[in-house]
């Protein structure tokens, strides 16, 4: 299994440690960059998807329309980047254009400055 930058794969991310965390099997966009991912770096920096769509939500959220093996319109949730073990990526459902991921590193700068 080898994950790119730009790839959203479903994952496991249970168990989460608190509840403001996202949790379940789920969606997520790869957003390390592929020096790392290509590597044999253990971890994968990673922004959850979420089919709970929130409009007007920017820079918090970005919307993904639904595209190959991603079944539903989703919301990328920008708050909650973080960090998985790559033993957590089951499958892979579709990549963003270079476009969309441009925003998303946009609106991340935007949450962050």
């Given at each position: 299994m080898m994950v790119?930058r730009g790839?959203?794969w479903l994952?496991?991310?249970?168990?989460?440690?608190?509840?403001n965390?996202?949790g379940?099997?789920?969606?997520?966009?790869?957003y390390?960059?592929?020096?790392l991912?290509?590597?044999?770096?253990p971890t994968t920096?990673?922004i959850?998807l979420?089919?709970?769509l929130?409009?007007e939500?920017?820079?918090?959220?970005?919307?993904?329309?639904k595209?190959?093996?991603?079944k539903?319109d989703s919301d990328?949730?920008?708050?909650?980047?973080?960090?998985?073990?790559?033993?957590?990526?089951?499958?892979?459902?579709?990549?963003?254009?270079?476009?969309e991921?441009?925003?998303?590193?946009?609106?991340f700068d935007?949450?962050?400055q």
């Amino acid at each position: 299994m080898m994950v790119s930058r730009g790839d959203i794969w479903l994952v496991n991310l249970n168990p989460i440690k608190k509840k403001n965390e996202m949790g379940k099997v789920r969606p997520v966009v790869v957003y390390q960059n592929d020096e790392l991912n290509h590597g044999d770096y253990p971890t994968t920096i990673v922004i959850p998807l979420s089919t709970h769509l929130v409009y007007e939500a920017e820079p918090l959220r970005m919307r993904v329309d639904k595209r190959d093996k991603l079944k539903e319109d989703s919301d990328i949730v920008i708050t909650q980047i973080r960090s998985i073990d790559n033993d957590r990526f089951i499958e892979k459902l579709s990549t963003l254009t270079n476009n969309e991921m441009q925003k998303v590193k946009e609106l991340f700068d935007e949450i962050i400055q």
